[in-house]
């Protein structure tokens, strides 16, 4: 039987944890135990006690670095803005660059061709040969494809401008071929949330297709992927997985100047022999691999042929081609369930593949509700079933799952089964989707025990090329800290589709860079110098406490960075304890284990033989008394699907608290 609220009261109830036992705050010091330990509680979570002393030194150096950047940028705040505007400033950042340096293991969210910043693969094409045969149609018969790339060596079709020699710059071609280049371009800014406006901007301009032709050149192709395996080594990514389409479009010119076809096995042969001598000359690098996806525009029939390619060609590469996907806008295509029983096809094979192929479905890449049907193909079936139909099918992991936060009774299944989110921030704010990333998803899915990985998705066609992007937009809209950054590299490594023995190694390759990364931050932790910082401790918690026995008391104020890998001595009165800086605005100071006399002392620091005087007293108390809510009780009442928690102890207030799950 529930219990009637007869009086307010705030509860506070920490879900999936085990704190079910607070002090009540009828003083202050229990109330310093009951926030204790919440707090204590919400680190463990956070992971933050997963890290080494070096570590938690280049956290705080992490956390100077991101206050400094909140501090220049909060009446502007970059996350908060359209990137498309911001990423100059962005990239500029102390912080970002910073992060630039920290080994964020792997991208496993990436459209092939659409990866590398598009000014470094035209610059890379102007040192070729292929530049004298490099042409861009810019004229008025240029309708469905204006400013697409292409190579010619005769024919020339009509509207096609050779580039080498023309008005034509790099930068100018960025430009017209980005979706910032296009959207930056725009005489009436597009609204930050309406993704259909900007998919409709990216797709009917061609922002996805600018390049396509280019890359089907064998010796580009290459090129390009070179180019892409060295940025992501410069950017400190050291996995890729990419996304692509089937095998087998590859060309190459004749002595005549004629397109030659390269079959698919071909080219996965020469890209398994450039994967070996690229590894061999970069030993940085764990892998990269191919996720092999359709679009979500094609017909049954359609999809029904590619799976049985995929499979027939995943037989013979089962190294290399780790999976299968379905892209393109999830509103404007057919969704998973309308193509089921194909699908079912290459579940069936993924399950009879000693682990060597995975579903890994985009899915909830959406904002309207389940009960809109935002799609024209009319498959009767909203865009948010398919995380429903993902889930089925046993999805690896879930790009993007945005409308997964409009389900949190999912949250377990999705934990239990460590089915990882591949979050996109940068991309879910330029394609309307979370115009504000403090509002993004992703820090729900992390806080609520689903792992994530940090990804990129299309950073090339939307005008950047790094991960660093969406680690810097995470970092500063979330707040999050090292041991964060250092849980999503791991993600990256344990939830990617590398092979048993390739994920030993990659974990091996990748530790070996995060080891060095702490120890040089360490350096440039402890090595800092703030002269312009003043210590100013305005606040401690609690006030007094028990004389015979140590309790902790923290210090709160401005400017604690000066005690970064310094030796901390807390002062009460002529007794001394050893501090510990617990985050950029406290301290934590225990108190004498013993203090006979009953006495009000005065609490002051010592770094580096420096007095920093509070001006704030505490005191030590005979008696103190802590009621425990420590008999609370949990019902689970099967009628009315609450849980109600109690505690009987008390009888003139009845404590209760309900949740719906």
Known sequence: METPLNSLLIILFVFFSNIISLPLPFNQYAYMLAREKIKQHDRAVQARNNLSSKEKVVNLYLEVLRAQDFINTKNYFYPARPIESEMTNITNSLFYKFLTQLPKGGNLHLHEFQTLDRRVFLESIVQSPEYDLLYICDQASCITNKYYLNFFTKNISIGWTKVKGSNWTISNIVKKTTLTGMLNDLPIPLYPTDTEARWDLASQNGAFRFYAALVKHNATRFNYMKLLLDQALEDNVQFVELRRGFFGNLYYFDENGLQQRINATKELDDLLKFKQDYISKHPKLIDFLFVIYSSRRSSREELKIQINNLINLQRLYPDFIRGYDMVGEEDQGYTILFHSENLLHA????????????????????????????????????????????????????????????????????????????????????????????????????????????????????????????????????????????????????YSSLPAKKKIEGFQKWKTQWNSFIDSSYTLACNRISPHITMNISDILPIYGPNDKSINVTLYGLGFEIAICKKIICKFGDKQTKGIMIDLNEIMCPTPTKMDDLSIVSISLVIDNRIIRSGLKFQFMRSLVVISDGTLTAISSSKSEKLVIFNPRISSFDFWIAFNF
């Not at 593949?353 to 959406?366: R, Y």
């Not at 066609?461 to 707040?479: C, I, K, P």
């Not at 041991?483 to 791991?490: E, I, N, R, V, Y």
């Open 347 to 494: 579940f069936n094979y993924s399950q009879h593949s000693n682990g060597t192929f995975k579903l890994i479905f985009h899915a909830g890449e959406t904002n309207w509700p389940e009960e809109h049907l935002p799609s024209n193909h009319g498959d009767g079936v909203s865009t948010f079933e398919n995380i429903y139909d993902a889930l089925v099918l046993r999805t690896h992991r879930i790009g993007h799952g945005l409308s997964l936060a409009k389900r949190p009774d999912m949250y377990e299944y999705i934990r239990e089964h460590n089915i990882a989110i591949e979050v996109c921030p940068a991309s879910n704010q330029i394609l309307g989707y979370v115009a504000d990333l403090r509002n993004h998803p992703g820090i729900v899915y992390h806080r609520s025990g689903i792992p994530i990985v940090l990804a990129g998705d299309d950073p090339g066609s939307f005008g950047y090329n790094q991960l660093t992007v969406d680690f810097y937009l995470a970092t500063m809209a979330w707040g999050l800290n090292l041991a964060d950054l250092k849980q999503f590299a791991w993600n990256s490594i344990e």
